[in-house]
């Protein structure tokens, strides 16, 4: 079992920038695949960023790709995802997740979701 708590959520004003953390718990988390997802109201659930367990290689929703950075630091079993360049359409409640898979970015893929943070982006 993997636990996961996300925080960092808030509102920020457009080009600002917010930094979301994933603490996670449990079996050796430090071995697992990072995502991040974001679902926007109205919208389906989307990709947002992953990054396996070496931190070797990372990978990006092209929305998001340029604007956001996804990094872990595995001695604190945590993943962060720094957004800047903020943009309304960033608007979504974004969620940790986990899986064992090393790259996907498909959400059925992961077994394990924290709760999920909201992040608002006014215009």
């Known amino acids: 079992q993997v636990q996961l708590v996300e925080s960092g959520g808030g509102l920020v004003q457009a080009g600002g920038s917010l930094r979301l953390s994933c603490a996670a718990s449990?079996?050796?988390?430090?071995?697992?695949?990072g995502g991040w997802f974001r679902r926007a109201p109205g919208k389906e659930r989307e990709f947002v960023a992953g990054?396996?367990?070496?931190?070797?290689?990372?990978y990006y929703a092209d929305s998001v790709k340029g604007r956001f950075t996804i990094a872990r630091d595995n001695a604190k079993n945590t993943v962060y995802l720094q957004m800047n360049s903020l943009k309304p359409e960033d608007t979504a409640v974004y969620y940790c997740?986990?899986?064992?898979?090393?790259?996907?970015?498909?959400?059925?893929?992961?077994?394990?979701w924290g709760q999920g943070a909201q992040v608002t982006v006014s215009s």
């Open positions: 449990g079996r050796t988390f430090s071995t697992w695949t």
């Open positions: 990054i396996p367990w070496t931190g070797s290689s990372t």
């Open positions: 997740a986990a899986t064992r898979v090393i790259t996907t970015r498909n959400p059925n893929e992961y077994p394990y």
